[in-house]
DNA sequence: AACTAACCGAGACGGTACGTCGGGTCTTAGT
DNA sequence: ACTAAGACCCGACGTACCGTCTCGGTTAGTT
């Protein structure tokens, strides 16, 4: 394969029709039963130029999950740090459970064994979203509303963990938002 | 395919050799890349002996990981629930960064396309983990050391979550490590 | 395996129930879909009991032909040769066409890659009604009713020839049948 | 399958070595002995690659057969018609005793037990070459080297049938030879 | 305005592994 | 001791996709 094409002369309509394809296909017939082929056909595209510009099935769920979710990563200020966590974990929630939560586990299933592309995944999914909330985690703590002591990672650890522990385990989606009750408490624990 | 083979006449050495196979080749190359051709042939056993037991390789690196984690659910009770916890998460902490956590990770990945699977590995696995955590929980709140008014198994999610979730997320053993630090704090908040 | 066993304490339950089901297969299914294990579970018969006393489907096949087309290899003798051989002729196509046909047709195919069954075939089936058949021709020969200096082994060729080679690469049942009206037209030119 | 693959852009490097493999690896092991997975590997081609263009072994073995004898279905005419048909059939014996031959065979015992292979066989390599045959007999009679009143098709099947007759159920070779002694007599009878 | 370079669609190709079928052997129970 | 049953090892089957590789065709930027 060449090394790297001219992306100038991308063709958008392409690029576009894949990603919708992968979206349309993981959700009707799961992320793993999706083929390279099938996109390639669904699409209306070569199989050549899928591999022009993805290097894989993964990295290319990954771009469709990127675009799905936007690159806003906001966290939500009003002041009150437990309505905004709590605003924050039923957003996830609602992500995790809607169509786009189907192949954003499909990516990290994916990803457990395809360590570049858990990197990537991380990099640009994970960590801006922690870096949000690890943001407004700081203002809390300077506005004393959180201990000092407590690392902003440990904490947003506690937030995203029991959501993703109860997804990846497979956990029925009541108990999933029912993980979004559990921040009144943790902000206790958390109180100076 | 016979709908029920009849388990009297099993060959028990096969079974191991099976299994035996399917460690070493998860250890040496990957969950990804092990194929039922590949364990068949390293067990020195035919392709349709394999699936005759187990309906993927997903089901069979469960009975893998369920062999090697052995069947002991029980939570340690030294009467101290943070050292006991702090015990306890150092073990899973343990597990899941050893050569059998390697198998745990490509059946949780697998099993995100696999809700056959995800229901047997949270029914084999997980679940009775839960239950022996919660049983210890229950105890130090009925010994007035915790809460009662938070319920065990949202308790639960608090210290498993952070764990599964940066394993699960690809992030450094060192910060799966740290999560057992969190042990302390988590349960300064859910003291009554 | 057992290099021989003892054919006087072999189940002729088991023996007859073995021939009916490849007979009975060959014409239900036809020779090449008849699998060793069908023959077993229709016969309600282990598979090894058929491995212990044949060598092959072939070898088989050829004892449930031997058992279908009988022993009697006598050729009919009324005095008139063109008229005895008209009959055989016409007993070889009805044989050839009919459902031990198929058994026969089948054992030939095989036996074209099995040189062990081509030459047991050959002992059993075809010498046999061959000398027959030359037996007839000789006493026509001395009987001064046909020349004598044509090798009665190449009469059998020209007379069995032209139905077997028909037979043998497919042609319709008519054309065979047409062939045993050579039989006058072939004797006019053996004649002294 | 796709129905049709687009035959102007099949890759005539990979057709004719899997013809050249079919071709030695029938001659070096028996036609039985082949299967599509050592001739995908001689051929250093994907067995997809031969399932795309041929539709059985059989089919695969018919096409070297036609690729080996030729196309010319041409009977030899000096005037002699008992020269012209020993010449015929001394080289059909030929054939039929060569390396070609033994794929021949193959393709014979194969297709007596399947129709489709035996019409394709019928079709393309022995009714052409019967027609050939056909034809310089009706010369002969029109020259009135041959009695009028028995059909040519007839004398086809007195001059092929020993043949090939003696070639399927196993004679040995000097047996077959033999064959072509008798065209002088065959001739003689059908003298007008 | 024609040229040309790169992407595009299509799909054949060499491969790997799939999940299944059946072969022939072996073991176990039963008669 | 032979049988019925069936699990076992093995090899091949025919299929699905993989990722690569030509092919023309189209399209855009350059001359």
């Known amino acids: 394969m060449s090394p790297e094409p001219n992306s100038e002369r991308r063709s958008e309509r392409a690029r576009l029709a894949i990603l919708d394809a992968v979206f349309d296909l993981c959700v009707s017939k799961g ?8 996109i390639a ?8 130029t899928i591999y022009r510009w993805w290097r894989s099935k993964g990295a290319l769920a990954l ?13 939500p200020d009003t002041g009150d740090i437990v309505a905004d966590l709590t605003t924050q974990m039923t957003r996830v929630t609602a992500l995790l459970t809607s169509d786009t939560g189907r192949v954003y586990r499909g990516v990290i299933g994916e990803a457990q064994n395809d360590p570049e592309l858990m990197r990537a995944m991380r990099e640009t999914v994970v960590n801006p979203r922690i870096h949000g909330c690890r943001r407004r985690l700081e203002i809390a ?9 407590v690392p902003t990672s ?3 650890d506690l937030f995203y963990g029991p959501v993703y522990y109860r997804f990846l385990l497979g956990f029925d989606v009541p108990d999933i938002r029912a993980c ?3 921040v009144e408490e943790v902000v206790a624990g958390l109180r100076p």
Chains 1, 2, 3, 4 share one sequence.
């Not at 992320?31 to 099938?38: F, G, L, M, N, S």
């Not at 703590?141 to 002591?149: E, F, I, P, T």
Request: charged letters at 25%; proline letters at 2%.
């Open 31 to 38: 992320y793993a039963k999706v083929t390279i082929e099938a």
């Open 41 to 48: 056909s669904q699409a209306g595209v070569g199989k050549p």
């Open 63 to 75: 771009d469709v999950l990127n675009e799905r979710i936007g690159s806003n990563t906001d966290f």
């Open 141 to 149: 703590v300077k506005a004393g509303q959180l201990r000092a002591d």
């Open 154 to 156: 440990s904490m947003v």
């Open 180 to 182: 979004t009750d559990l």
